[in-house]
Structure formats: structure tokens, C-alpha cells
């Protein structure tokens, strides 16, 4: 069956970074998009960084700059690096494969992670 599963994520005082990785199985890893979002509490879930087939990124305006997505298709794995953290970006993030193009809509997604909790503090 399908599996996405987030790790990496963790506590971290603001300016500080994390590298979260999310590992895929189950499915053509290579043909899809992927995706972070994230979703803190009390607010809808925002697409964060995809990544396509062909290896284009595409970020949110609020993390451009300070995170990067990247994948490893022979390990099936997503990461993405996340540095100069701010309290803002205090989340659950998930991971999300996508057969039906690579933008930041959820209803796009086929797949989706449990999530991992990032907390920022000041």
C-alpha cells in the first residue's frame, strides 16, 4: 500500500534550521509531484514547496529564500531544508504526492503523510 512518511521535524529556537524527510512507497514515486504543506492551529493548510518530475521547484513567498526542496528518486525520498526558521513557520508539515499536476491545491493530491510537528520559539 501507499506510505508517506515525514520525519525530521522537532523544536528549534528561531534563526536555527531543520532538514525534514519524507519517504515514499507503494507507488511510481518518480512520476509525481511533491509536495510540503503545512497547517498550524487555527489556520488552513498552505502549500509550502513542490517539486516536479523534471525537478522544478516552486515555493510559497513566505519561504523563499530560506527553504529548499529536493528529492532523491532512487532513495524515494522527499526532503526539505528548512533554515532561518521564524515562530511563523510553527506547523504540522506534510508530505503529498500528486498524479495531477504540481500546484498547491490539496484536492490535487492523491497521497498524503501523517505529518511531522515543527515548533519555533522566539
Known amino acids: 500500500q501507499v506510505q508517506l512518511v515525514e520525519s525530521g521535524g522537532g523544536s528549534v529556537q528561531a534563526g536555527g534550521f531543520l532538514k525534514l524527510s519524507c519517504a515514499a512507497s507503494g507507488y511510481t514515486y518518480s512520476s509525481y509531484c511533491m509536495s510540503w504543506f503545512r497547517q498550524a492551529p487555527g ?5 509550502v514547496a513542490s517539486i516536479d518530475s ?15 526542496i529536493s528529492k532523491d528518486n532512487a532513495k524515494r525520498t522527499l526532503y526539505l531544508q528548512m533554515n ?13 504526492a500528486s498524479s495531477r499536476g504540481c500546484f ?19
Open 104 to 122: 498547491f491545491a490539496s484536492a490535487n493530491y492523491d497521497y498524503w503523510g501523517q505529518g511531522t510537528q515543527v515548533t519555533v520559539s522566539s
Open 43 to 47: 489556520k488552513e493548510r498552505e502549500g
Open 84 to 96: 532561518s526558521l521564524t515562530p511563523d513557520d510553527t506547523a504540522m508539515y506534510y508530505c503529498a
Open 54 to 68: 523534471n525537478g522544478s521547484t516552486t515555493y510559497a513567498d513566505s519561504v523563499k529564500g530560506r527553504f529548499t
